[in-house]
């Protein structure tokens, strides 16, 4: 599903990626983590293909970053959905909106984004939110629209960049249990973090990165 | 599909709507500039009459020699009224010429110098059709060399000097019609611009959610249409209203074109979607 060989990307002298090799396989829930700065979000970003290896070969979903023209990067994006740490929701569309809208860049009718929508803001224990706008719900509410939105559209991978990192502990393990879901549902789940105290009770495999290097997987 | 095409249009409605002040300034701007650019080609499209009128009043008069015989002369005026540039011909003979002189000058000539000095003269009327300064030259030229022909009086070089000038001003309305063409691009442009950096966020999740360029693209190309739509249709209102009043104030007869609509409009579409398209190329980093 995803495959890292000798990658590395550097933003400047002392920060970057170093030579990782590295494979997720399909229906797989893995944790990354690391410290602050060692990474993880550049190794998740690259999965996107949002930042490109400067050398070693990637892919992802079959698609080869070297072979996948610019211009065709959206397809692999449509297959992905991707959970933030600062939410990156819409201030001024309802939930239900905020959620709806990977359905409409995929180009679904209007009946079968509100079934699909409903299905995600039921999986998200959302149902009673759907008409109300972001700020106007908690830190926790707000991670689990973001979640709806990622797993709306039925994605393969769901990649979660540090998304219980502004919860609190009950809102985290919440996100956490919805992940785990969504994963024995079938999609493969690559989650960054740096809580470990979090994760210590699970039982998934642990990719773990320091200063840009794999230290662990 | 058809659902997919209906968000994207109104996509492109609310951006226009958040916008407010940008898009009222923006459509004010073009409205300014394309009542400017419709005034011109109401002008221009009536330069064409203009030079038409000059040209209809060309004739130039052929003064021929004293002792030149009644059957040679009347041959060649009847020559010159089979020729297809020449539109007709007036004999204008000793006793006219005196009698003009006199309207003129207020002087009888044969009374005064005891004689009519006044040569006999042929006025040729050009035809306004398939006009070609060449031709006439050509014409004067051949015309020049009968023996019986004294003199020529051809004003057709003024009405050159008088077409010159009006080119002259059709090329700086030009001039001046490319910088409003450019500010126009600009304005759209940049609010194109101002309503990318506002949406931002927008772009980026339809972009991580795997929307192509074009989908990003159709919001901003609908928005840039909207501002040239309602900027160029008060302008084309504005200028046909002028137009009209102006006629009506003066009493003239400025000529309106029936397509004038279309090019203040379609025109005023294609430069808010080469400019908004040229804006998002930049900001997508295409």
């Known amino acids: 599903m995803v495959d890292f060989k000798n990658i590395s990307y550097s933003y400047s002298k002392e920060s970057g990626i170093y030579d990782i090799d590295l494979s997720v396989k399909d229906g797989e829930f893995c944790f990354l983590v690391g410290p602050t700065g060692s990474g993880k979000t550049s190794l998740l970003k690259m999965i996107y293909f949002d930042i490109l290896p400067s050398e070693g070969e990637l892919d992802v979903l079959g698609y080869n970053f070297k072979k996948t023209k610019r211009a065709k990067i959206h397809k692999l994006r449509k297959k992905i959905g991707v959970i ?12 239900y909106e905020n959620i709806a809208l990977p359905l409409h860049i995929n180009g679904v009718g209007r009946k079968k984004i509100k079934d699909n929508v409903e299905e995600a803001l039921e999986l998200a224990d959302l149902l009673d939110y759907q008409n109300k706008y972001p700020n106007q719900l908690s830190g926790g509410e707000q991670q689990r629209v973001c979640i709806a939105r990622a797993i709306v559209k039925n994605p393969e991978l769901i990649l979660a960049d540090e998304p219980t990192g502004n919860l609190d502990p009950t809102a985290a393990h919440k996100i956490l ?29 642990i990719i773990e990165l320091k200063e840009g290097s794999l230290v662990s997987s | ?19 407010k002040l940008a898009s009222f300034l923006c459509v004010i701007t073009i409205f300014i500039n394309f009542s400017i650019l419709g005034s011109l080609f109401v002008v221009g499209y009536n330069t064409g009459s203009l030079v038409d009128f000059f040209r209809s009043k060309y004739s ?11 059957d040679i002369y009347l041959e060649f005026v009847e020559q010159l009224s089979e020729n297809r540039i020449i ?3 007036e004999i204008i003979d000793k006793e006219k010429s005196a009698s003009i002189f006199k309207e003129e000058f207020g002087e009888d000539v044969v009374e005064m110098l005891g004689y009519n000095p006044l040569p006999l003269s042929i006025k040729v009327f050009i035809n306004e059709e398939n006009f070609d300064f060449n031709q006439v030259d050509l014409l004067i030229e051949s015309i020049n060399s009968y023996d019986f022909v004294d003199e020529i009086e051809y004003r057709g070089k003024y009405i050159d000097d008088v077409e010159d000038r009006i080119n002259l001003a059709i090329f700086l309305f030009l001039v001046f019609v490319i910088a409003i063409i450019f500010l126009s691009y600009q304005i759209i442009s940049n609010t194109i611009n101002l309503s990318m950096t506002n949406r931002k966020d927008f772009i980026d999740i339809l972009k991580y959610n795997g929307a192509s360029g074009l989908f990003i693209k159709i919001p901003f190309y609908i928005e840039s249409i909207l501002y040239s739509l309602f900027g160029s249709i008060f302008s084309f209102l504005f200028v046909k209203y002028f ?44």
């Open chain 1, 84 to 95: 933030f740490q600062d939410y990156k929701l819409l201030q001024q569309r309802t939930v």
């Open chain 2, 87 to 89: 539109s007709s011909t």
């Open chain 2, 1 to 19: 599909m058809i659902d997919q095409f209906a968000f994207l249009i109104a996509e492109g409605f609310k951006s226009f709507y958040r916008n």
């Open chain 2, 60 to 70: 130039f008069e052929v003064f021929l020699e004293e002792d030149v015989d009644k």
């Open chain 2, 243 to 286: 137009f009209i009043s102006f006629n009506n104030y003066f009493g003239l007869n400025i000529k309106i074109d029936d397509y004038l609509w279309l090019w203040i409009i379609g025109f005023s579409i294609f430069i808010g979607l080469y400019s908004s398209n040229q804006s998002m190329k930049r900001n997508l980093n295409e």
């Open chain 1, 177 to 205: 249990r919805i992940l785990e879901q969504i994963n024995k549902e079938g999609t493969t789940v690559v989650m960054a973090t740096h809580n470990y105290k979090l994760i210590s009770d699970r039982d998934y495999r």
